[in-house]
């Protein structure tokens, strides 16, 4: 027997048993690079968008309707009021361009694929004009990256703005500078309460409650792991949503504050992750057992933090949904492992899976390309007279290198027709958030860089084992395939 042999189990239930062990496609954990459970000491977690997750079309209209007010008090005129969120009209992933007032999708290597000023499609020929022969440098000030769910609504006011900026008759206004005023209304209606004080009054209608949390966050203390709550809310918001999803919910757990061994708020991500600062006692409302009480803070950064966890560097996990602020900055300056909270992966997965004929029938037309291509090639080599015989089987050659190269065009216009159709099904404007036609997106190299596990939720850790070895695939080369 080698080691390659199966287990001696029945045939029958084997399959039992791997047909039980199936975890859905849009709860499982992906792994970018390998993560031992074991060796982690602390588990740390954002809040909104990651223990807390929101019904994203209420969320997202509440924030543009209360940015776009914060904009007529600013001066604008009343007829901006009547712009309306529009859902389908941005992705997480996208790249602002505020010096043109453009919004780009790209791929892994920053080519623009897709791209628009304004609500309007700018045409093929103007973006490649604009963004081929130059490379989109992100680190410019010049763009701006939407990695959050936070951004959405900030980017359909902004783009929608633009296209008003554009047909209004009032002074020209720089798009950088529209990009700043919109920034810092969406900033000034998270910042006095206009769109958390709409939330706290009908949490039922925002908040999305998990009932597999309680039991998550239980079993990875359980399992020797500790755990702390980093977030930038203040202190009344962060104990209502987290009274919310977590009072009373398990006998064991009757406060929300008894599931963390360390809570800060206030944190002020990514500063936090180069602060040397010590946090501050913060008083949280509804918090009054003293020992509750000592482990809540405000403020400081990520030494003081790790002091009182008694670990860091790669013995600590953090969770987030931030690409910039929670995970990389967490994982370049302290070399924390990540884990990247996606709510949009469960769509995602779900309309490829419904997609699954159309997909089929893709990977059987990329193989038939890639095969009709080889025998182009063949046929090349003919019509350049290697192992040709006479002008015959050159022009024999010929006559069938054509008939290939017209199999080739219908085949990639049907490939484009049904990737294209498939596409529309995720977003009409932007198609799927991690892929840009056969590349990944931008974003998903992002996410593939900086995360060494994503998920769509915290509840999905539930559903394996607590000291789980999270195993990546191998790396591979096209020639390795």
């Known amino acids: 027997m080698t080691s390659l042999d199966p287990p001696s189990i029945p045939p029958v239930e084997w399959e039992r048993l791997l047909q039980a062990a199936e975890i859905p496609p849009e709860n499982q954990i992906y792994v970018n690079r390998n993560l031992r459970m074991s060796g982690i000491g602390a588990i740390g977690f954002d809040m909104d968008h990651t223990l807390a997750t929101y019904d994203p079309i209420p969320f997202e209209e509440l924030a543009f309707d209360e940015a776009r007010k914060k904009l007529i008090q600013a ?3 009343e007829d901006v009021g009547s712009l309306q969120y529009r859902p389908d009209s941005v992705i997480r992933g996208l790249v602002v361009d505020r010096r043109r007032g453009n919004i780009l999708k790209m791929d892994q290597h920053r080519y623009v ?7 309007e499609s700018l045409p093929d020929a103007v973006r490649k004009e604009i963004y081929q022969n130059q490379p989109v440098r992100l680190s410019s000030s ?3 990256s939407i990695d959050t769910p936070f951004s959405l609504p900030e980017i359909d006011l ?6 008003w900026l554009d047909r209004s008759a009032r002074p020209p206004k720089s798009y ?3 990009h700043v005023e919109v920034r810092a209304a969406m900033d000034a209606a998270h910042a006095d309460g206009s769109i958390k004080g709409r939330i706290a009054g009908d949490l039922d209608r925002y908040l999305k409650l998990d009932p597999d949390l309680p039991s998550t966050l239980k079993r990875m203390r359980e399992a020797g792991h500790r755990l702390f709550l980093l977030t930038n809310s203040e202190e009344p918001y962060t104990s209502l949503i ?3 999803l977590l009072n009373g919910r398990l006998p064991a757990y009757p406060r929300w504050t008894e599931y963390f061994d360390l809570i800060v ?3 002020r991500k990514p500063d936090f992750f180069r602060n040397r600062g010590e946090s501050r006692s913060a008083m949280l409302p509804g918090v009054v057992d003293p020992k509750e009480a000592r482990k809540c803070r405000m403020g400081g950064g990520v030494w003081d933090l790790e002091r009182r966890l008694g670990c860091g560097g790669d013995r600590i996990l953090y969770v987030g949904d931030h690409t910039y602020g929670d995970i990389l900055k967490s994982k370049r ?6 884990a990247l909270a996606l709510t949009e992966l469960e769509r995602e997965i779900r309309i490829t899976r419904e997609d699954c004929a159309a997909q089929r029938l893709l990977r059987e037309q990329y193989s038939r390309l890639r095969a009709i291509r080889r025998v182009e090639d063949h046929l090349a080599r003919l019509d350049l007279g290697e192992g040709a015989d006479s002008g015959a089987d050159l022009g024999e050659a010929s006559r069938r290198g054509e008939a290939v190269r017209r199999e080739i065009l219908q085949l990639e216009r049907g490939l484009a027709e049904v990737e294209a159709a498939c596409e529309r099904r995720h977003n009409p404007l932007w198609g799927p958030m991690m892929r840009t036609g056969r590349e990944l997106s931008h974003f998903a190299a992002q996410v593939r860089e900086f995360a060494c596990i994503y998920t769509s939720r915290v509840s999905n850790f539930g559903r394996y084992p607590p000291e789980k070895y999270y195993q990546s695939e191998p790396e591979r080369l096209p020639h390795d395939l």
């Open 242 to 244: 987290m009274d919310r």
């Open 333 to 338: 300056v302290r070399l924390w492992r990540t």
């Open 265 to 267: 708020v206030r944190a």
């Open 75 to 77: 001066g604008y005129p």
């Open 113 to 119: 694929a897709t791209a628009m000023h304004g609500v």
């Open 158 to 163: 902004y783009a929608q703005m633009v296209t």
């Open 142 to 144: 010049d763009f701006v």
């Open 176 to 178: 950088r500078k529209l």
